[in-house]
């Protein structure tokens, strides 16, 4: 059998990935508690690694496929793991102190987040069914375990098990959407299932079958109603260190495999899928932010507005083709790109801080631990005050931009009503984030013990916040490269 | 030319600036100064102005734009005809000589730079307004004299009484604002210019227009406008039914009520309505309106005043009368006379309410003529200032106002239009009640009985009320004598004119004096045809005697005599008798009951109503709370929801995936687009 030697060029960066992620699982056998800065190190290493490779990568023009046409690596690929590859870093960064503090910070922590980020960026190269649900399982087995990281602590293990359990499901009806979808065409390449189902004749129960349950296993990854009830209880469960690494990179991943299974794949439905969407976003967008409100547990109350987040981004995704017209299609992609990144830098802020007040022996878990943070440190208390602003929307934080660039693709595919409800509803959400800004600077704290942290996260959570007004300040260069990177599709 | 024009209005206003911002500063003695100086600037300005307008010259151009807006443009700029240069005169010639009246008066004020502040102010807001040659111009001299008047009415703040009074011309002057303000509006609308020239220039194109005020009623847009712009008049000139604020305006000390409340701003609807002259002639039916509402307010609340004890009161309320006058010459197309009325009651109405400021001050400031009496060989340069006011008032020749108001009456005998059968016989009465009021005024505060002896221990009382009034050096207990030279000073200035500024109708009224300022259609013209009738300021004078006015205001004064000087006991049994209507007039016709009641009290229920179904129930009850408490349930619904079993959440995520399902594969959204068609 002729087996021909595939273009290994425009997967580098996985190699190398998956070759240091075994070096570091090799080398942190042998060492002890004390220079587990190594692991340490040498990950943040394999990521600069993995980005160095991808920035070379991203420098060769036009999509390239290899594998036999089962990975891509265009510009949007490379985008995206690109953020993702910072969101993984921060994480690790923001993490340390509080996995050492409760002996978390082990070899298992370092290899399982880095298999993760492997699987992360599977899915956001695949053109292939299989390739995509390859990445998918890889990452969320990683994110399962890391969930029951704290195996002694009850209430993480039963988050991993819900997740787990409730994972499973989703994919299943993610592969049984996909085996529906592959009967109709023939196909599980993404690119020649969109040839296909151009030119038509294909039978449309099936399709339709097939094309709501991929919705479905989309949805569930990105975590919007009624596929979302998983979130508020993993994000509560787990250790807040894995609920920062859950709600950060993998909302990428997940961005990355509704345009690869939605636009790249299944675009000839896109009348079917934008209107699936459009209700998703709408009831992600209501429940997300009215039951935010109620939530007294800082991590619930991040778990809805992710919840909200997503409906938010999905809004993009659902206003790109205009009566079968494709002109807008890429700003509206692009916005929701956009919009993907802002949330994650801007999530890695919001779950920086529970990790900020966070330390020995002591969750900070609730509303009310913010109380009076101005009075212990104004400096954190204006990073979180910028990331509540940015979450709520508001000028001149980034927040805004991102808000604004989905309103406008809504507005201009004539789909002003959903515009007014989006507009509601984030008025509605702005409550409870600065209801934060209300506890952080009018009262007084209950908790008065000095703020001890590290001066890596330190400086990168004040990185991340000015971050955050900056890009606020000046979003354009992200937001052009955003619609580059669509329009490369 | 120009850097004149400018001095007559910014002289008084660089004066207002000082003694009000800097009045600590500039002194009592500095304040006076500076503003008496840069109102005499002013005076003598306008005298220059005069006489070169008398030349034939006539000036009308923008000094600044203020903003342009499509094709509007909104200016300032001055139109300086024989119309504004009568009017510049006349204003700062009252002004000035309130000026050194309030010397006098003021003398123990604490607030004594913050009057002359005022005064100047008024005097610049007043000039600004009159000078202007648009309708932007003209509304904002209109809203700042209405400021200043609203600031001086309350001079005194901290009296109850006083801020009521400033409060009530304050509201009330809002409503005939209200139709100033469309009438302005609809002349933008209608011509896309402010500007008077390009506004009369174009008016004939209006001639036939009509407008819908309600669905199928066809109004013509002039009557309409003029209307609008005549409901202005009416609040500022204190014409039925928006008089109400100007009796309780006597609250203010009396040079103002001399200078704003008889003089000057009052009179400012009669100036405006005779400078919108070519709009109103093309509209008989606003014109009959105008008729109607001045024969009401002359006769009726001349009649007012015939009842009141209050010396000022009186005057105030022949004010009214007299402004009714004015209006019903305007309806008549009598616009010169009505302009010449405006001049000479200015003189008259000044003198009069000055020398009832003298007597106030001799009395210390006690106003009740109840308590007067026999105070003609006290003072008797007072007395005769009052009693030339009064036969002026009252319309004998050959004092000021017999030929201003004789030429009304006649104007309005003559006159063709709808109404003025009607304001014929109300000016006619008008006179026997004019003649009535003025020599009930002079024959009750200057001869008989000295009653002020008996009650010279309550005045004292009376003291508190006026806390602005210190210690006095005249001496308590003592008889009252003539006020100082600051006070008479002007009062006599003022009786000059109030004998023979009548003799100039000649020029003003008969000789076209006016010119191109005033225009009177073909038809309406019935001032120059009585023009061929006049024969000089004597014939008139003897005409005068043989004709009906002249016998009713005798009447009057016979009346007025009988009742106060050879019976002065009849009085007090008439009212008696006439308890009714004494009750009626004693009320005013009920009008202040009846704001009170309607406007007052209603308001009051409206806003009360609003707050608590609108406020308190819709907006807190049921949206701010009510969302409060949606939200909250909600969110209790969905922590229920949110169980924490995960068969519950997969069951979700089955719902979802069934209604997905439901909805695509059955295609419902097509299904009911076809149901819905």
Known sequence: MNFPMPNLLPAYAEIFLLTMTCIVLVVDLFLDDQRRYVTYVLSLLTLAGCAFFTIGIGSIPGPTYTFNNMFVSDLMANVLKLASYIAVAVNMVYSRSYMADRGMLRGEYFSLSLFAMLGMMVMISSNHFLTLYMGLELMSLCLYAMVALNRDSATSTEAAMKYFVLGALASGLLLYGMSMIYGATGSLEMRNIAKILEVGSTNRVVLVFGLVFVVAGVAFKLGVVPFHMWIPDVYQGAPSAVTLFIASAPKLAAFAMAMRLLVNGLIPLAIDWQQMLTLLAVLSMALGNLAAIAQSNIKRMLAYSTISHMGFLLLGMATGVVDGNWLSAAEAYSASMFYAIVYTLTTLAAFGSVLLLSRAGFEAENIEDYKGLNRRSPWFAFIVLVTMFSLAGIPPTVGFYAKLSVLQSAVSAGQVWLAVVAVLFSLIGAFYYLRIVKLMYFDDPVDTAPLAVRLDMSVLLSANGVAILLLGIMPQQLMELCFVAIKSL | ?677
């Open chain 2, 1 to 677: 030319m120009k850097a004149l024009y400018l001095i007559v209005p910014f002289a008084p206003l660089v004066g207002a600036l000082i003694s009000g911002l800097f009045g600590r500063s500039v002194g009592r003695a500095g304040a006076h100064w500076v503003t008496i100086l840069g109102v005499a600037i002013s005076f003598i300005a306008s005298c220059m102005v005069m006489s070169d307008v008398l030349e034939g010259n006539v000036f009308n151009g923008t000094l600044y734009t203020w903003l342009i807006s499509g094709e509007a443009r909104f200016e300032v700029g001055f139109l300086i005809d024989r119309l504004s240069a009568l009017m510049m005169i006349v204003v700062t010639f009252v002004s000035l000589m309130v000026h050194i009246y309030t010397i006098g008066y003021m003398a123990e004020d604490p607030g004594y730079q913050r009057f002359f502040a005022y005064i100047s102010l008024f005097t610049f807001s007043m000039l600004m307004l009159v000078m202007s040659n648009n309708f932007l111009q003209l509304f904002f001299g209109w809203e700042a004299v209405g400021l200043v008047s609203y600031l001086l009415i309350g001079f005194w703040y901290k009296r109850p009484t006083a801020i009521y009074a400033n409060l009530k011309a304050f509201l009330v002057n809002r409503v005939g604002d209200f139709g100033f303000v469309l009438g302005i509006a609809l002349v933008l609308s209608y011509f896309g210019t402010l500007d008077y020239a390009e506004v009369f220039k174009r008016a004939p194109e209006l001639a036939t227009q009509t407008m819908e005020l309600f669905p199928g009623t066809p109004y013509l847009v002039i009557t309409v406008i003029c209307i609008g712009l005549f409901v202005g008049a009416m609040g500022k000139s204190a014409q039925f039914p928006l008089h109400v604020w100007l009796p309780d305006s006597m609250e203010g000390p009396t040079p103002i009520s001399a200078l704003i409340h008889a003089a000057t701003m009052v009179t400012a609807g009669i100036f405006m309505v005779s400078r919108m002259s070519p709009l109103f002639e093309m509209s008989e039916s606003a014109l009959s309106f105008i008729l109607v509402i001045g024969g009401i307010t002359a006769f009726f609340m001349g009649l007012v005043a015939v009842v009141q004890y209050d010396i000022k009161r009186v005057v105030a309320y022949s004010t009214l009368s007299q402004l009714g006058y004015m209006t019903m010459a305007l309806g008549a197309s009598a616009y010169s006379a009505a302009m010449f009325h405006l001049m000479t009651h200015a003189f008259f109405k000044a003198a009069l309410f000055l020398g009832a400021g003298s007597v106030i001050i001799a009395m210390h400031h006690e106003q009740d003529m109840r308590k007067m009496g026999g105070l003609r060989k006290y003072m008797p340069v007072t007395y005769l200032v009052m009693l030339i006011g009064a036969f002026a008032n009252a319309g004998f020749p050959p004092f000021a106002g017999f030929f201003s108001k004789d030429t009304i009456i006649e104007a309005l005998q003559a006159s063709q239009t709808p109404g003025a059968g009607f304001a014929y016989w109300a000016s006619l009465l008008g006179v026997f009640v004019g003649a009535l009021y003025s020599f009930r005024l002079v024959f009750f505060a200057f001869h008989g009985e000295e009653r002020f002896a008996k009650i010279d221990a309550h005045a004292h009382e009376t003291h508190d009320k006026e806390n602005t009034h210190g210690h006095d050096e005249h001496g308590h207990g003592g008889s009252p004598h003539e006020s100082p030279t600051v006070v008479t000073l002007p009062l006599i200035l003022l009786a000059i004119p109030s004998i023979c500024a009548g003799w100039l109708i000649g020029t003003v009224v008969y000789g076209n004096y006016f010119g191109d300022a005033i225009f009177v259609s073909s038809g309406h013209e019935w001032i120059a045809e009585m023009g061929q009738e006049f024969h000089g300021v004597m014939g008139m004078m003897l005409h005068g005697l043989t004709s009906l006015p002249f016998w009713f205001a005798m009447l009057g004064l016979a009346t007025a005599f009988y009742l106060y000087i050879l019976q002065p006991d009849v009085p007090g049994v008439l009212r008696q008798k006439l308890a009714f209507f004494v009750r009626i007039l004693d009320n005013k016709y009920g009008f202040d009951d009846f704001n009170q009641w309607f406007f007052a009290s209603g308001a009051v229920k409206v806003g009360t109503g609003l707050w608590r179904y609108g406020d308190a129930m819709l907006i807190d009850g049921v949206m701010v709370n009510g969302t409060a408490r949606i939200v909250g349930w909600i969110a209790g619904v969905v922590r229920w929801l949110q169980s924490g079993f995960i068969y519950q959440y997969a069951f979700a995520m089955i719902i979802g995936i069934s209604v997905l399902l439901f909805i695509w594969v059955f295609d419902v959204t097509a299904l009911l687009a076809n149901w819905t068609r």
